[in-house]
């Protein structure tokens, strides 16, 4: 059986809450922290999305740049699904 990994190098197992790092924001982060490119396709663990959103609450000057970056690629990806 594969094993996967968090970017971060902790084991990411069946049992554990593990999401996609879809947010270009969230690899960005995260890709800065482990010098690592990251891929939408990518798994990260709870500890490096909780670090993330902790790091943009903390910091609301950037937080709110990145939630709009975020809002603003959602939009866009509505667009295209519709127009296609």
Same mark, same amino acid.
């Given at each position: 059986m594969p094993h996967?990994?968090?970017?971060?190098?902790?084991?990411l197992? *069946?049992? %554990?809450?593990?999401?996609?790092?879809?947010?270009? !924001?969230l690899?960005?982060?995260i890709s800065i922290r /482990?010098n690592k *490119?990251? %891929?939408?396709?990518?798994k990260?663990c709870?500890? !490096?999305?909780n670090a993330?959103?902790?790091?943009? /609450?903390?910091?609301?000057e950037f937080?709110?740049?990145?939630?709009r970056?975020e809002?603003?690629?959602?939009?866009d990806?509505?667009?295209?699904?519709?127009?296609?």
């Open positions: 996967h990994y968090c970017p971060c190098g902790a084991l197992t *069946s049992g %554990s809450a593990v999401r996609f790092s879809k947010s270009p !924001c690899r960005l982060f /482990t *490119s990251i %891929s939408p396709e990518t990260v709870n500890a !490096c999305r993330y959103y902790t790091w943009k /609450t903390n910091n609301p937080g709110n740049i990145f939630s970056v809002n603003e690629l959602f939009v990806e509505e667009v295209v699904n519709l127009v296609n």
